[in-house]
């Protein structure tokens, strides 16, 4: 029987308890890929991260589960694996910032690791430029969001946004619309291949620094996500589009509210308004447990 160490962090807070939990496994080279998927569902987690020696120059190999399916790139995953690998001295470790390069299946993922008394106190993971795709329809954002159409935002429209992962966003009229989102498992299947999974937020306007959002994804196994990185930067890239985010400036994105994990992350965008280049999102780690898997033969 192989024992495998493993660490949980909460990724998006700066207290424990609260933000998105991830389970990092940092010595998992040899194991198959049904074994990493057999792991994250027994730790049920958003996801579950599985670190291998490098194969292309980075700093260490990530593979990214949820309970039931490999991710080729994550948010939270991302931050809080190379917060992790600088706190174990897997990587050379600097102050302030500490520079990890993960290999992900989306290619080299660079994550800035704030460091502060040789410890990682939070971190930033830069996405790609954005491609954005043609809005969805209005009545069907709203009909998959299990809402009417008077609860989507009168200004803009539904649009797919891929910073890594594609993201449809789906900006609502009210606070109170968001808290009634409920995603409608019949229609979710059939948006998500019209378009892409939906990510519906909630804003204060154009000048005011406020930003919730929700993420339910029910087809890959998580009822609610705590906080959604990947989500949070094509978001990032959309405001930056609409002139709710100047390039340059940071806004705070609240998810996480509505199931009592409150979370904070922290998005900006480089480039110009109308080239919208590296897409950063980002926030606080806080280490939570550390433990031992027993893997049967």
Known sequence: MRT???YQVDVFTDRPFAGNPLAVF????????????????????????????????GDARVRIFTPALELPFAGHPSVGTAAELVRLRLVDVYEPVTRVVLELDVGPTVVDVAVRGGVPVAATVHQRAPVFHAPAPRGSAAAVLGLDLEDLHPEFDPVPVDTGLCYTIIPLASQRALARVSIDLELAADFERAHA????????????????A???????????????????????AYMAREGILPPGE???????QQIGRPSSLIVSVGGTRERIEDVRVGGAVQP???????LPD
């Open 197 to 212: 999974e939906p990510y519906p937020c909630a804003f204060t306007g154009r000048r005011e620094p406020w930003v919730e």
């Open 26 to 57: 940092p010595e998992a080279e040899g194991l198959s890929a049904a074994q990493m998927q057999a792991i994250a569902s027994e730790m049920n987690l958003s996801e579950t991260t599985f670190v291998t020696p490098p194969t292309e120059g």
């Open 288 to 294: 939570v447990l550390r433990g031992e898997l027993q």
């Open 250 to 256: 940071e806004r705070v994105v609240l998810q996480g």
């Open 214 to 236: 929700r993420g339910l994804f029910p087809l890959a196994g998580i009822t609610e996500d705590p906080a959604t990185g990947s989500a949070a930067g094509p978001l990032a």
């Open 4 to 6: 495998l160490r493993f």
